[in-house]
């Protein structure tokens, strides 16, 4: 049984960074294809960025150059390291694992942005 578990979620104000961490288990990150989205109220549920198993990454247009997908195999965990916040970032953070087979989503984490 394959489980993320998201966690560093929090309150921060604009230009402060927070760091994200997803723990996987029943599964091997290293595998498979790991991504963050996000979710706003009111908004569909979108990309912020990927890691394949090979390492090549990939990020949505409002977040390149301020955050940074990043996978520990030994720890079972892929991170993101957020930067530059901006209010327009606040949303759940979802973690995703891609299967050939099917999707594993975790339960997400709140991150909020004051101006």
């Known amino acids: 049984q394959v489980q993320l578990v998201e966690s560093g979620g929090g309150l921060v104000q604009s230009g402060e960074s927070l760091r994200l961490s997803c723990a996987a288990s029943g599964s091997t990150v290293s595998f498979y294809t790991m991504g963050w989205y996000r979710q706003a109220p009111g908004k569909q549920r979108e990309l912020v960025a990927r890691?394949?198993?090979?390492?090549?990454?990939s990020y949505g247009d409002s977040v390149k150059g301020r955050f940074t997908i990043s996978r520990d195999n030994a720890k079972n965990m892929v991170y993101l390291q957020m930067n530059s916040l901006k209010p327009e970032d606040t949303a759940i953070y979802y973690c995703?694992?891609?299967?050939?087979?099917?999707?594993?989503w975790g339960q997400g984490t709140q991150v909020t942005v004051s101006s």
């Open positions: 995703k694992l891609e299967t050939a087979w099917r999707d594993y």
């Open positions: 890691i394949t198993s090979g390492g090549t990454t």
